[in-house]
């Protein structure tokens, strides 16, 4: 692997969406945040499909995100990644974390997960830790799984993930890990990371032989990115990412987390509620102008 370190040449932005449904006004919202601010430094503008959920993701969902981004007007660079055809980048990186030692398999299932937390929660009297997303940080049965049984239960055909041992990653990092968080009006700030709250993340799943944190990490770096701009719902996953990018020896980007969009409840836009999808809004003939006006961009 190649990869392009950011900064030597022009910068690089990326709008990564996920094709699971149609694109809703919070993905415009993102698209165009990456528009403008690309457009602001003279860098290029990449599109990226984050397709390894080879369940969820369908091709009439990828068309549908380049027609629709193309309705919106935003150009991108030719050459679009699609991540399902680049599984054996992401091996080589999980290769290479297994290697050191900082990769064990897990067997749980999401329901023995939920009881051993259960079985903990009522052995202490108190509550067991949440990841910033709201799940409960994996109680670490299988960490103390012998490497014969591990290896036994593989070759058996045992369904199971792979996990970062984050105590032993973070030891290896070293000293204090954060990055930079650039704002449209050219400003900067450092941020440090605490990736200890999200504990031993799954970073290949039971079905796909990656995790959302290990290709967005190895193709950002893969594609020169030098700009990660996105919702800041993914603003606590960026601490698993620069431990991830540290570990690989792979530069971190400058970040921006741009709104979120909430419906008429306070909650965040999500095709899961049925958000009206640019299409729709299309259909009803709603212009681009129109789109680009309502969320602030003329
Ligand atoms: N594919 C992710 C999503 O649709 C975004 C990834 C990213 O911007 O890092 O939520």
Same mark, same amino acid.
């Given at each position: 692997m190649a990869f392009i370190p950011p900064d030597s040449r022009k910068p690089v932005f990326r709008f990564a969406p996920s094709p699971n449904g149609r694109l809703h006004l919070g993905h415009a919202l993102s698209a165009l945040t990456n528009e403008?601010?690309?457009?602001?430094?003279?860098?290029?503008?990449? %599109?990226?499909?984050?397709?390894?959920?080879?369940?969820?993701?369908? #091709?009439?969902?990828?068309?549908?995100?380049?027609e629709d981004l193309? /309705?919106?007007g935003i150009v991108f660079e030719p050459?679009?990644?699609? !991540?399902s055809r680049h599984f054996e980048d992401y091996g080589a990186a999980l290769r290479r974390l297994q290697a050191r030692g900082l =990769?064990? #398999?897990?067997?749980?299932?999401?329901?023995?997960?939920?009881? *051993? =937390? &259960? &079985?903990?929660?009522?052995? +202490?009297?108190? #509550? /067991? #830790?949440l990841d910033p997303d709201g799940a409960p940080l994996y109680p670490g049965r299988c960490k103390a799984l012998a490497p014969e049984e591990a290896a036994r239960r593989i070759a058996a055909g045992a369904p199971h993930v792979l996990r970062l041992d984050m105590a032993k990653a973070l030891a290896a +990092?070293?000293?204090?890990?954060?990055?930079? @968080?650039? *704002?449209?009006?050219?400003s900067r700030r450092e941020v440090e990371v605490r990736p200890e709250r999200w504990g031993d993340v799954v970073l290949a799943r039971k079905d796909v032989p990656t995790s959302y944190h290990l290709a967005v990490v190895v193709d950002d770096a893969?594609?020169? @990115?030098?700009? @990660? =701009?996105?919702?800041?719902?993914? *603003?606590? &996953? +960026?601490?698993?990412?620069? @431990? %991830? !990018?540290?570990?690989?020896? %792979?530069p971190t980007p400058l970040y921006h987390f741009h709104r979120l969009l909430l419906d008429e409840d306070g909650r965040k836009l999500a095709k899961?509620? !049925?958000?009206e999808s640019l299409a729709e809004l299309r259909a009803e003939g709603v212009q681009p102008a129109d789109i680009r006006r309502q969320l602030g961009f003329s």
């Open positions: 403008a601010l690309a457009r602001k430094a003279g860098g290029r503008l990449l %599109l990226r499909i984050e397709d390894i959920d080879l369940a969820r993701s369908r #091709p009439e969902f990828v068309a549908g995100i380049i193309g /309705w919106l050459g679009i990644r699609r !991540q =990769v064990y #398999p897990c067997f749980c299932s999401r329901q023995e997960i939920r009881a *051993e =937390v &259960a &079985a903990r929660e009522a052995g +202490t009297g108190r #509550p /067991w #830790p +990092t070293g000293n204090a890990l954060g990055y930079v @968080v650039f *704002e449209a009006d050219g893969l594609q020169g @990115v030098s700009h @990660v =701009v996105r919702g800041r719902d993914l *603003e606590a &996953a +960026t601490d698993i990412h620069v @431990v %991830l !990018q540290r570990l690989l020896g %792979l899961s509620r !049925q958000s």
